[in-house]
Nanobody
Framework: QVQLVESGGGLVQAGGSLRLSCAAS????????MAWFRQAPGKEREFVAC??????NYADSVKGRFTISRDNAKNTAYLQMNSLKPEDTAVYYC?????????????????WGQGTHVAVSS
């Protein structure tokens, strides 16, 4: 089992930046791919970014603005969000799946955090 706890959300003006963190605990010695998803009010949960041990992948809507990274020594994944837009407003969830490869599909992930809220004002 892996437990995930997100932090770093908040309210920011359009054009601003935030960095989200996802701290993993439990069976973190295993190899996991990590991802960020988000869910806006009234919408389905959508893929934002994922990272395996060597590769990253991004949704088109965040490419060039968001960067996913991980610090394996700290068992922590990050999402650096720059040039934020009001449409980035959502609850952001961290997710993990066993194995070396990331995925953009929610059902590929076994472990989820509780979410952290990001609000971007215009």
């Amino acid at each position: 089992q892996v437990q995930l706890v997100e932090s770093g959300g908040g309210l920011v003006q359009a054009g601003g930046s935030l960095r989200l963190s996802c701290a993993a605990s439990g069976r973190t010695s295993s190899r996991y791919a990590m991802a960020w998803f988000r869910q806006a009010p009234g919408k389905e949960r959508e893929f934002v970014a994922c990272i395996s041990w060597s590769t990253t992948n991004y949704a088109d809507s965040v490419k060039g603005r968001f960067t996913i990274s991980r610090d394996n020594a700290k068992n922590t994944a990050y999402l650096q969000m720059n040039s934020l837009k009001p449409e980035d407003t959502a609850v952001y969830y961290c997710a993990a799946r066993s194995g070396s490869y990331g995925s953009s599909r929610t059902y590929d992930y076994s472990y989820w955090g509780q979410g952290t809220h990001v609000a971007v004002s215009s």
